[in-house]
């Protein structure tokens, strides 16, 4: 079955970086897109960015353009998703998400909290 298991979060002062991973399992990892998605309290779960099945194309939010890269290791099933210039307002769960044709899947999600 589709698995999909995020990794990486934690507590890190405005500035900071962290970079997550979903590692994914029980489908074939390189012929899909995957996207990261948050989802802070109180708020509606948002796109953060998005990538391409060979990785040959990007896309992100506005709010983290510039600060955040996605990326991938087919050979590992890995997605990446690395944060810099971490600020307050990116505290969320964090969420990697595949979508086929006639489903979609999410992981558990990783906290990430940015406070000083």
């Known amino acids: 079955q589709v698995r999909l298991v995020e990794s990486g979060g934690g507590w890190v002062q405005p500035g900071g970086s962290l970079r997550l991973s979903c590692a994914a399992s029980g489908f074939t990892f390189s012929k899909y897109g995957m996207n990261w998605y948050r989802q802070a309290p109180g708020k509606e779960r948002e796109l953060v960015a998005g990538?391409?099945?060979?990785?040959?194309?990007?896309n992100y939010a506005d709010s983290v353009k510039g600060r955040f890269t996605i990326s991938r290791d087919n050979a590992k099933n890995t997605v990446y998703l690395q944060m810099n210039s971490l600020k307050p307002e990116d505290t969320a769960v964090y969420y990697c998400n595949v979508v086929f044709t006639y489903a979609r899947y999410w992981g558990q999600g990783t906290q990430v909290t940015v406070s000083s």
């Open positions: 990538i391409t099945s060979a990785g040959g194309s990007t």
